[in-house]
């Protein structure tokens, strides 16, 4: 017998053994037989259990029936994050492209909306508290209540944290819960393992649930750390959700501006990777802490 | 002035028109965040019945911000027309409403009345009227401009094609630019937000489209949409600009947050008259947007939507080619759902119109906005109902530059076949010799920015 080279072929020969022995015409012997005759060396799975998924074809696909120049269209896609030649259906766009939109659009709503998991803050060993946004509808409406914490957040981050370190680090959601979980399993250990070895005291790291940039002020000025520095999701794109920013600043107070605070934004695998950042974040606070400044006060020093 | 109303059983009384007029708007987060608007359902339509019942004359006699210490109050106050005003002034604002919606009244008596009607005038009527009669109020108002082509022609629709790239790219940015071309996008203006804000970007940019349009006979303007100063300092190097860009907002101190002031865009103006590419006379474009005012804290504690209006009025002064909300665009903190966005893209539609101004609307959303794109392709479709002049056209939707959400190519061509509405004349003969469109219709060959690469 010939060796069955292609899935379609293995299937019918497996139905026709399946048919043959269930009218008794076949002894289980006979059939073992045949199927190690045709080479079927993996068994057949159903296909209620096929690991076969619907995907979204490659980005870089080009979408046009019939262009008038296929390589110049493949060529500006390649010059271009923009959704050009991905091709029409009537004047509406292809089910494909809307479908990929539609995809981009939930994984951004996904990362604002949904909350940093709880599972995650235990095995990352993180305290967690909130700021006076009480729900997700209230911390994007109400900006003011995400700079500071909640009344219990007070209470819990005076009682527990260490005071008087040289540095604080907080991991606040923002607006994007996905950056949180994609960058900081890597981005905290390099983070902790630098300052560590630069000889520089840090106090435990916690987490800000409806946190704003802000917030780092409000939590300074209860645990009086020299530096803090917040690891906060970005606004996402349709491109990523994952990107995460770190702002710094040295002994804020009530007339710090934004133009006191260090920012290393677009931190996530396609842009500074996450322990890459751990390291280069470690520079620069030890750089905050020698000149006792962040921001332009900072820059001005260089 | 009567400042006290009855709801049923409830009496509501109110200290200021200015309270009255923040609390009669829709619901929308920014009035929420200033703290202004109506506590409860009840007190809302309180405000709108005693708002409906004050005359133009009162609201005249009462700015929500005085005529002396801010410039966009005056450029209102001096702009009115005196004699105008004097003919409607005992008008109730709710009589206004009824005057606006009359079936005798045209869209030239309303062109009339708006020279009379100060900028906090037509944000009270707006206040009055539900989403339908904003539509119907505005699709009888057609304003029309002339910088190198005619923009709000009747029975047409058009496009600003908005190309832009991330690291501002001329090569990614013409890609852009051949796929909106190709699907008939680009008749309003060819117009780019860069990333680098300096002149040498700037120039390039406009060089680039300034020769692409000529290579292939496009007929429409150009603009690149950096701080007026950058493009004035551009256009005294030469640069080739047909529209002069800003962004522009309703409170003297919003304004001067924005780097911008009357004296600027009155020097802006002189100068695209005396060195610009353009046969205009209309040659300022204008963007705006309610609650820019509040992420900027210049409020004033004055409501959103009146803000809104006052800027059209700080606007109408330039006649400019074009001006364009992005309501959507500014936050969640300001406008937070689909539903307030397409209220502030009708109101913004209607107000901006009864202004005498040339209006499109960009009816987009940002990721953290409880808005998707079925909210956008309803305020796109209402909006161009009540006759829009122009929406943008963003690849895909996608603006890779500024991550939101905008009205895309496919829309643009969708929009124009599903209303029966042609691009503006000049550049549907343009589209036509190029294959693309065919009887108001999209060809085989349309969509495929490679026409462009011989």
Known sequence: MAVANNELEKVIIQSVMEELAKKGLLSQKGKDHVMAAAMMDTPLVPNTESEEMVTFP??????????????????????????????????????????????????????????????????????????????????????????????????????????????????????????????????????????????????????????????QDHVASIVNSEVIISLIGERPGLGTAESLSAYMIYRPNETTVEADRTVISNIHKGGIPPAEAGAHLTDVIQQILAAKASGVKLNQQK | MILKAKVYNKIFAFQSLKEVMAKANEEKSGDELVGIAAKSASERVAAKLVLSNLTLEDIYNNPVIPYEEDEVTRAIYDGLNLRIYQEIKSWTVGYLREYILDHKTTGEDLAHISRGLTSEMIAAVAKLMSTM?????????????????????????????????????????????????????????????????????????????????????????????????????????GAPVDLVFQSIAGTQKANDAFGVSAAILDEAFALAQRKGTATGPNLMYFETGQGSEVSLDAHLGVDMMTLEARTYGYARGYRPFMTNNVSGFIGPETIYSGREVIRADLEDLFMGKLHGLPMGIAPCYTNHMKADQNDQEMGTLLCAMAGSNFFMGVPGGDDVMLSYQDTSYHDDASTREILGLRPLPEFEKWLEKMGILENGKLTERAGDPSIFDK
């Open chain 2, 133 to 237: 009669d904003l539509v119907f109020g505005s699709k009888k108002m057609r304003v029309q401009s002339h910088c190198n082509t005619t923009l709000g022609v009747p029975g047409t629709l058009a496009f600003r094609c908005q190309p832009n790239h991330p690291t501002d790219n001329v090569e990614g940015m013409l890609a852009s630019l051949k796929e909106g071309l190709a699907y008939g996008s680009g008749d309003a203006v060819i117009g780019i937000n860069p990333v680098e804000d300096n002149v040498e970007t700037v120039t390039r940019l406009l060089d680039t489209v300034k020769n692409f349009m000529l290579k292939w006979e496009i007929p429409t303007q150009n603009c690149v949409l950096a701080h007026v100063t950058t493009q004035m300092k551009a256009i005294e190097k």
């Open chain 1, 58 to 215: 490659p980005q870089e696909e080009m979408q046009i029936s019939n262009p008038f120049n296929a390589d110049a269209v493949k060529a500006m896609k390649k010059l271009t994050p923009a959704r050009i030649g991905i091709g029409r259906a009537g004047t509406r766009p292809k089910t494909m492209s809307l479908l990929r939109f539609l995809a981009d659009h939930a994984v951004a709503q996904d990362a604002v909306f949904l909350d940093v998991s709880e599972g995650f803050l235990q095995r990352m060993n993180l305290m967690s508290v909130q700021s006076a946004a009480v729900s997700k509808d209230e911390f994007l409406q109400r900006p003011d209540l995400g700079r500071r914490l909640s009344e219990e957040a007070v209470k819990i981050v005076s009682e527990k944290c260490e005071k008087n370190v040289q540095v604080q680090i907080l991991i606040v959601d923002g607006l994007s819960s996905t950056a949180i979980e994609a960058n900081i399993p890597d981005l905290l250990p390099a983070l902790m393992q630098g300052l560590k070895s630069a000889g520089i005291k840090v106090g435990a790291p916690f987490f800000v649930k409806n946190g704003r940039v802000w917030v």
